[in-house]
């Protein structure tokens, strides 16, 4: 069975750099098959798709969070990762990672989600 | 950039009852729409795919349907695991895509 797991710090101070890490088990990050995601929803609000990359390191982002996302894939570590940066309390938010599969299907698999807060 | 507006904001039924949810798409995205719910505490789940096929183990009282900018999901008869919020996806230009706002399908 495929698992997500989210990890990194839970409480990033604003202007600072957001940095989390998803790592996969059950299943290989490097399948041709998938792109991988993060996702990530405000405290009582709905979900956000922030970007996704292919185990070769190809991305797409939000074109709204473009300009401070980075993505990044281990595959040695069946990793993936995410920084934004310049973080403001709008950022605070569950942060999820994904399996993406297909035009026409979805995000199949997910991680339980990890609350970050910017605060100072 | 492709908006997803979905109707209602919340619903509110009896168990039993049949829920009809909406999204519409601000062009058409095809039938590249999938539906996910999400219940407090959880992350989404993925329950509908292709705008009209149910994913791994969803049940039977769950439809979708639509194509190109309206799209519809349908709960026959709502259970008591039914209560969550319902979120749709459009993905025509994958891996890109975008959520609609939610639906709340709350105990009336």
């Known amino acids: 069975q495929l698992q997500l797991q989210e990890s990194g710090p839970g409480l990033v101070k604003p202007s600072e750099t957001l940095s989390l890490t998803c790592t996969v088990s059950?299943?290989?990050?490097?399948?041709?098959?998938?792109?991988w995601g993060w996702i990530r929803q405000p405290p009582g609000k709905g979900l956000e798709w922030i970007g996704s990359i292919y185990y070769s390191g190809i991305t797409y982002y939000n074109p709204s969070l473009r300009s401070r996302v980075t993505m990044s894939v281990d595959t040695s570590k069946n990793q993936f990762s995410l920084k934004l940066s310049s973080v403001t309390a709008a950022d605070t938010a569950v942060y999820y990672c994904?399996?993406?599969?297909?035009?026409?299907?979805?995000?199949?698999?997910w991680g339980q989600g990890t609350l970050v807060t910017v605060s100072s | 950039e492709i908006v997803l507006t979905q109707s209602p904001a919340t619903l509110s039924l009896s168990p039993g009852e049949r829920a009809t949810l909406s999204c519409r798409a601000s062009q058409s995205v095809s039938s590249y729409l999938a539906w996910y719910q999400q219940k407090p505490g959880q992350a989404p789940s993925l329950l509908i795919y292709?705008?009209?096929n149910r994913a791994t183990g969803i049940p039977a009282r769950f439809s979708g349907s639509g194509s190109g900018t309206d799209f519809t999901l349908t709960i026959s008869s709502l259970e008591p695991e039914d209560f969550a919020v319902y979120y749709c996806?459009?993905?025509?230009?994958?891996?890109?895509?975008?959520f609609g706002q939610g639906t709340k399908v709350e105990i009336k």
């Open positions: 994904a399996r993406d599969r297909d035009w026409n299907y979805g995000f199949d698999y």
């Open positions: 292709d705008a009209s």
């Open positions: 996806q459009q993905r025509s230009n994958w891996p890109r895509c975008t």
């Open positions: 059950g299943g290989s990050i490097s399948s041709s098959r998938y792109y």
